[in-house]
């Protein structure tokens, strides 16, 4: 159980004065995931992502252009809108003696300014100065305060990140009654280290970023940030110890096939395995020969061929007598999964399984009967760790997806037989800080080669000013039979916006090539979207315009066009999944990423790294320097439970001081009772990682 100090800190914001029914949903939206609302840790972890430097200017003819400041200055005059020209703005005029600048207010009603700034009165005036026509000019400025009101205003008013409706002044509010309500915790950092780099304890820390006395303070280097760094990252280490201590205490079991019913699957397929495929498997095999439990990644590009791997580890376990079971993220997954092993199944005579969510009555009796008793292989879903689930002698467990389910999930899984062997494998190819920060020191073999006969994609980058030569060269394509796919611009956080890009450009290449283009996208219903799928698949249309629904599962080998508008506003990432829709059969594939001038140094960074690389370990290494660690994850997505203070990549030194620290104190106080094993339990439940404390207390 959470210790009940902690309690406060996971209620919704809306427990917060000023937070009501109507701005709990943008709360929500901002800081919460699918498990829950926004929370006041939610808040209190939602770090500012700057600050503006509220401190007075010396005097107006000294003051900067064009950054944010305060001056201090008089009302001297106001110039109301002539009278019959709504339209034109209200200017106030204010000096100090050594200048003056023009407020300019846009459909402001007259009595709001002449309150706010009453003639002569002394003014605190927050916003940046512009010069326009020689004269200095502050359009809207951010704040107007009397003396008193500036007394209040942090000097340093940090900036944080929002949605729309929610202002950053509502958020410092929120934030500071949040800290307000901070309980009193015990230090679970060692006292020597923290002496040592000088580091603040948790309060001070937390309240240090949300109300800094320096712009410097809220660099990730700062003591105040390394501190909540390393905190985080201790949770998350020591929660992956406990989690491996667990496994491992347990036996395993050597399971030794005998290979025949792999060289059974091995004569069904239709091609060989490459060498990557063969060395996977061989480290697979040793691992299951072994007396230790297996716990073993295998991370491969998309397209790499990772379910056959999967495939003959579960029949080497087989062959020694017990079952495996496949879990996929989705139905859609686990089904795919299931139709393409059936055949080799059956070929090499194993009983195979589905059992998802959607298997229901005698289905799903008939599969949950012969998991108990002949059944060789279940494919399936969560559903698979159900209570209702038993096995007859589940051996191994193969997870495709891996960072989609949680470290839980993955136990709950383990659990179901003996010494259940763990194999893992994920498409998003995961550099190794990561493997180790999430994933621990589980073993990773890696697919890095591809089978052969795939052809190389070649890939361009041209400026959108160059469209017409594009819809000349798209013309050119499809009169060859050629299939394109057209993706529209993302449109950061708005689906409307997106699909109104994507409309207006079928619109638009529907006047060059008429029926030949296609539609698809998010808001579509599912029957129309298979529709015009389907058309594209069957070559009736040759262009589909597509937003980013297109990224994942969709699967046309004659397509070996991928032109992408404003490639600059995607991930790389992304961009790489969605080039993976071509280059899928024996045709050669083109890649245009079309990009808007001018380019930023990022965006031309990620065009430069896809024009010349194919490789997608090399891309999510270059991803992850460009971006930070979410979304090479999909964590974003999929709520695998990430980081919000450490940046593994930026605070590598800490990670790897962090991991020695978790072995340390599980080797001296593994039931974590002493006095500071107590400290660090609220560390746990303060990050999150108290899954680790149930099997602490279970093993
Ligand atoms: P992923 O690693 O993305 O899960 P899959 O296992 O789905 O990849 O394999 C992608 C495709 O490549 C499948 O159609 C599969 O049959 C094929 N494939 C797998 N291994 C080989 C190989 N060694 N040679 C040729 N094709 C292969
Ligand atoms: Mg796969």
Redesign the pocket.
């Known amino acids: 159980m959470r210790p009940y100090q902690l309690d406060p800190l996971f209620a919704g914001v809306g427990a917060l004065p000023g937070i009501g029914p109507k701005t709990v949903p943008l709360y929500d939206r901002l800081l919460g995931d699918a498990g829950h609302g926004a929370r006041l840790i939610d808040l209190l972890f939602h770090l500012p992502t700057g600050a503006i430097d509220r401190r007075l200017a010396p005097t107006i003819n000294q003051s900067e252009i064009g950054q944010p400041l305060v001056v201090k200055a008089r009302v001297a005059r106001h110039q109301p809108p002539p009278p019959g020209r709504r339209r034109a703005p209200f200017r106030v005029i204010v000096e100090d003696g050594t200048g003056d600048i023009q407020l300019v207010f846009f459909n402001a009603p007259p009595g709001r300014i002449e309150s706010l700034l009453p003639l002569n009165s002394e003014r605190y005036i927050a916003g940046t100065i512009e010069l326009y026509d020689g004269y200095r000019q502050m359009t809207h400025p951010d704040r107007v305060m009397d003396a008193e009101a500036y007394a209040r205003l942090p000097r340093f008013e940090p900036v944080y990140g929002l949605t729309h409706g929610l202002y950053s002044s509502g958020v410092q509010r929120a934030v500071n009654e949040a800290l307000k309500r901070l309980p009193d915790l015990p230090e679970w950092q060692d006292a020597a280290y923290l002496k040592k780099q000088d580091w603040p304890d948790f309060r001070a820390a937390i309240t240090q970023l949300h109300r800094p006395d320096s712009l410097m303070i809220l660099g990730l280097d700062s003591k105040a940030r390394q501190r909540l760094a390393y905190d985080e990252l201790l949770a998350g280490q020591l929660a992956l110890l406990i989690v491996r201590q667990s496994m491992t205490k347990a036996k395993g079991i050597a399971r030794i096939g005998d290979g025949r019913i792999e060289a059974a699957i091995l004569k069904a397929l239709p ?4 060498q990557a ?1 063969r060395d996977a498997l061989s480290d697979i095999k040793r691992d299951l020969a072994a007396s230790d439990r297996m716990l073993r990644l295998v991370q ?9 791997v999967g495939l003959l580890a579960m029949a080497a376990v087989v062959e020694a007598g017990h079952q495996a079971a496949l879990m996929a993220p989705t139905e859609i997954l686990a089904r795919q999964h299931y139709e ?1 092993l059936k055949p080799l199944c059956d070929a090499a005579g194993l009983n195979i399984v589905l059992l998802t969510g959607r298997e229901k009555g005698s289905a799903r009796q008939t599969a949950l009967h012969g998991l108990v008793s002949d059944v060789d292989i279940a494919v399936g879903t969560h559903a698979l760790f159900q209570d209702e689930v038993a096995f007859r002698d589940l051996g191994l467990a193969v997870i495709d997806e891996q960072h989609r389910f949680g470290v839980h999930q993955r136990l709950a899984l383990g659990r179901k037989g003996d010494a259940v062997d763990m194999l893992v ?1 994920t ?1 998003t190819p995961i550099p190794r800080t990561l493997v180790l920060t999430y994933f621990g020191d589980m073993e990773v073999s890696s ?1 890095r080669e591809k ?3 795939r052809q190389p994609i070649d890939t361009r980058a041209l400026s959108l000013e160059r469209l017409d030569e594009v819809i000349e060269g798209a013309r050119r394509a499809i009169a060859n039979g050629q299939r394109i796919y057209w993706v529209c611009p993302l449109v950061e956080e708005n689906e409307e916006l997106d699909l109104a890009a994507a409309e207006e450009r079928y619109a638009d290449l529907e006047k060059y090539f008429g029926e030949k283009v296609g539609l698809v996208h998010g808001k579509m219903k599912g029957k129309d979207k298979d529709a015009a799928m389907a058309a594209f698949a069957r070559g009736e249309t040759q262009i589909l315009v597509a937003t980013t629904v297109i990224e994942v599962g969709v699967d046309v080998p004659e397509a070996t066009i991928i032109i992408i508008e404003h490639a600059e506003r995607f991930g790389l990432a992304q961009l790489h999944q969605l080039r993976g829709r071509v280059g899928r059969g024996s045709g050669r594939s083109t890649c245009l990423l079309l990009y808007k001038n001018p380019l930023g140094e990022v965006a031309t960074a990620r065009i430069n790294t896809m024009r010349e690389t194919e490789d997608g370990f090399l891309i999510a290494e270059q991803d992850l320097k460009l971006r930070g660690e979410g979304d090479v994850l999909g964590t974003r997505q999929s709520g695998m439970p990430g980081f919000r203070l450490a940046i593994p990549e930026k605070h590598g030194e800490l990670l790897a001081a962090a991991r020695d620290d978790a072995k340390l104190i599980l080797a001296r106080d593994p039931k974590l009772e002493t006095e500071r094993g107590q400290a660090l339990r609220f560390l746990l439940y303060l990050f999150e990682r108290d899954a680790a404390m149930r099997l602490m207390r279970a093993g």
């Open positions: 091609y060989s395995l490459t495929q491969g590009d998309v397209g790499s061929g990772k379910t056959i393409r494998m498409a697919l089978p052969a006969g």
